[in-house]
């Protein structure tokens, strides 16, 4: 494997989606790793343990998947950039951390390839029935990114772009892939490092005494900075004042959660980010994510040469969800088709955000195994027909 002097691998490779993400880490910038095995996400684990020690970094297998969601925080306050990785029963282990990682506002990364539930369910099939809970998972009011690729050249470049918005504006990030993408074989291109756009953590230029950790810059977002540096920094999941120091009334949670989400809310449009494909003039719009996406695909080729003007939208940051433009669509188009591998999960965003001036048909499925491509061509029938 060619690598630069970074360390980070880099022209034509031949792997898999689970591989890629790890890679993606790396060229980000990631040098903590913290997790415990789950299929059908441990080829991500068992190549960065082997790959970070060769980077200057660490991993860590903790003991099971609450202890490693906390362990990956503790190494961001200390300098680095972390990531954990898991799939969906200890995606629910780690939701009390995802919530302490909001308040605390912790750039980090979590990966979850999905795979079929509830419970312990299909561990090694597929699913995307983790989306719901990745946005509301934790309680009380905070906001998050999630990605989703649909392909292991995604699976590298979307864990970079993870990484880049952790940064950017210190909240966790999910990396929503699914079974089906993280254990694909293809051809992932990977630049030199020099070609990589990485957004470096934003360090307090303040000197000890000055800097507050939860003082917001003109986006809303604070400065960090690292543990055995001379700040002061006191870091707590209770409502908290700009140093950090708990403050139990109303006007601080005000102040403090408002812009813990409003930060996102306020700036969805920045970071939402969609696919789109022969949108203009299209009666029905199909609208996917992940594996899904591929599938719909072959569905929509299908219908267009039955003359059905259909167009694409795929979701690869489903979180913050593309209000705007759903709700741009809704007054153009005739209706909305929602393939999922869940029994309704985004397909209830779009139809809130349609608001009745386009039905939205969610083609259901629970996981095991990826739709057929004719029971998604069927919907986009029937929703042609109704449409005229």
Same mark, same amino acid.
């Given at each position: ?15 898999? &989606?689970?591989?890629?993400?790890? +890679? ?18 441990? @080829? ?18 903790? @003991? #099971? ?22 799939? $969906?029963? %200890? ?20 990966? #979850?390839?999905?795979? $079929?539930?509830?419970? /312990? ?21 905070? +906001? ?37 993408? %993280? ?25 000890? *005494? ?19 540096? *001379?700040? =002061?920094?006191?870091?707590? $999941?209770?409502?908290? #004042? ?11 949670? @005000? ?6 989400? #409003? ?11 969609? +696919? ?6 299209? +009666? ?43 709700? @741009? ?30 039905? /939205?048909?969610?083609?259901?499925? %629970? &996981?095991?195994?990826? =739709? ?17």
């Amino acid at each position: 494997m060619a690598a630069d002097p970074s360390g980070v691998l880099t022209g034509q490779h031949y792997l898999d &989606g689970n591989h890629a993400a790890c +890679e993606g880490a790396l060229a980000a910038g990631c040098r903590f790793a913290s997790g415990y095995p789950i299929t059908p996400s441990t @080829e991500v684990v068992e190549r960065i343990a082997a790959r970070l020690p060769r980077m200057g970094g660490m991993f860590i297998q903790m @003991e #099971d998947e609450i202890a490693a969601s906390i362990t990956l925080q503790g190494a961001v306050w200390a300098g680095k950039k972390a990531l954990t990785v898991t799939s $969906g029963p %200890g995606f629910s282990l780690m939701m009390e951390h995802i919530g302490l990682a909001a308040m605390t506002e912790c750039p980090c990364v979590y990966i #979850d390839v999905q795979r $079929g539930g509830p419970s /312990t369910g299909l561990p090694t099939l597929p699913g995307q029935a983790d989306m719901m809970q990745a946005r509301w998972g934790s309680h009380g009011d905070y +906001e998050i990114i999630a990605l989703c690729p649909e392909s292991p050249q995604e699976c590298f470049s979307l864990t970079v772009e993870a990484f880049n918005l952790a940064e950017q504006w210190r909240v966790p990030v999910m990396l929503m892939m699914d079974e089906c993408v %993280g254990h694909m074989t293809e051809r992932v291109v990977i630049p030199p490092a020099d070609q990589i756009h990485v957004v470096d953590r934003r360090w307090t230029k303040k000197p000890p *005494g000055e800097f507050k950790a939860f003082e917001p810059g003109p986006d809303m977002v604070p400065d960090m900075a690292k543990a055995g540096d *001379g700040h =002061h920094l006191f870091v707590t $999941g209770l409502t908290h #004042d700009e140093r950090g120091y708990p403050v139990m009334n109303q006007k601080a949670q @005000e102040k403090l959660v408002r812009r813990i989400v #409003d930060k996102i809310r306020l700036n969805a449009d920045k970071i939402s980010r969609v +696919e789109e494909d022969q949108i203009d003039g299209a +009666e029905v719009v199909v609208i996917s994510y992940g594996i899904t996406s591929r599938v719909a695909m072959r569905a929509v080729q299908m219908a267009r040469a039955k003359g059905i003007k259909v167009g694409t939208m795929r979701l690869i940051v489903a979180w913050p969800f593309p209000e705007n433009r759903v709700r @741009e669509l809704a007054s153009k188009v005739k209706a909305f088709v929602v393939p999922e591998l869940n029994y309704g999960q985004m397909s209830l965003e779009v139809e809130r955000v349609a608001a009745g001036k386009a039905p /939205t048909v969610l083609v259901p499925h %629970g &996981g095991g195994e990826v =739709h057929d491509p004719e029971v998604i061509l069927e919907a986009i029938v029937q929703a042609a027909r109704g449409a005229r």
